[in-house]
């Protein structure tokens, strides 16, 4: 049973490694994960983090360590913490363009403090998931949500 949770733990993380690779946006390439590295300690990134979203009028949701429901949780790496968040009139305002949106926005940022103390954030890539969607009412929509979480990245890591 360990092996298996142990192979689980590999999967999901060569998954988030793979997630990292490039997808293709008429020629371009986008990043399906965007990953920015912190000036700051794991505790402080993580609460400047909170904060900032609250700042950016997101509801922030329990948050869930990584590993969480893969791993036993007495060992669950408690230095890899997904924030998760909404804006719910945003969320409203994709829906009613594309009902299919709510299944790929990327209402999560991930904080990860690695082995030697580099701390880093990952979230999924605004203009990638609009590659899924031929939508150009969606795209002028997410213009402001990615800005949104630009700025939330901006100032947690300035």
């Not at 505790?43 to 949701?61: D, K, M, P």
């Not at 979230?123 to 929509?141: C, E, I, R, S």
Request: net charge negative; proline share 3%.
């Amino acid at each position: 049973m360990k092996r298996l949770k142990k192979l689980m733990l590999v999967s999901v993380l060569w998954l988030a490694t793979a997630m990292t690779a490039t997808g293709a946006e008429h020629g371009d390439n986008l990043k399906l994960t965007l990953v920015y590295d912190s000036p700051y300690g794991f505790e402080e990134t993580l609460e400047s983090l909170r904060n900032t979203i609250y700042a950016h009028n997101f509801r922030v949701f329990p948050d869930r360590y990584l590993e969480e429901g893969l791993v036993d949780e007495f060992s669950v790496n408690t230095r890899q913490v997904s924030v998760r968040f909404c804006n719910f009139s945003d969320l409203n305002a994709a829906i009613q363009i594309e009902p299919q949106v709510g299944v790929v926005l990327p209402c999560t940022i991930t904080v990860i403090e690695s082995e030697d103390g580099k701390v880093q954030l990952l979230t999924g890539n605004v203009k990638a998931m609009l590659t899924l969607f031929d939508n150009p009412k969606l795209t002028v929509a997410f213009q402001d949500l990615e800005k949104k979480y630009q700025a939330i990245i901006d100032e947690v890591t300035l």
